[in-house]
């Protein structure tokens, strides 16, 4: 689970185009080499501009699949895309925003972290079939930000 980089402000701009800040672009690359060590199969990603540009640093050349459920997620709702994957794939990276995305790490793991900062990201092993995956079902291996 990651949270999106760094994203800027700029007046006008709808939330959903705001661009990655340089910060926001480093640290997506720096997040990227923990994360492809992983070898996930797949990237989840909201359609914001800002996080489909955090999953193309993080994981270059992975298949990534736009989820607009992703975008103003809460837990359930995360649930719900987490269920719907295929149960072929063994390891996915999920891009998000806050709260969503830090409330899912709690809920998946029951572990509470103080925060999920932008870019942060948690590393979950989850013992149960992708449809199956719920509160409690997954282990918190790290937390990481780069």
Do not use: K
Request: charged share 25%.
């Amino acid at each position: 689970m990651v949270r999106h980089a760094q994203a800027g402000h700029a007046p006008g701009l709808p939330d959903s185009e705001r661009p990655l800040t340089p910060r926001g672009e480093r640290d997506a690359r720096a997040a990227g080499e923990e994360i492809r060590r992983l070898a996930p199969a797949l990237v989840l990603c909201s359609p914001s501009v800002r996080t489909r540009r955090t999953a193309e640093l993080l994981a270059p050349g992975v298949p990534a699949e736009i989820e607009r459920d992703i975008y103003e997620a809460y837990p359930d709702d995360l649930f719900d895309v987490l269920r719907r994957t295929d149960a072929e794939i063994a390891s996915l990276v999920l891009v998000g925003h806050n709260p969503g995305v830090h409330e899912l790490v709690t809920a998946l793991t029951g572990t509470r972290l103080d925060g999920f900062p932008t870019c942060a990201y948690a590393v979950i092993e989850i013992g149960v079939p992708w449809e199956e995956a719920g509160p409690e079902t997954g282990r918190l291996i790290r937390v990481g930000r780069p």
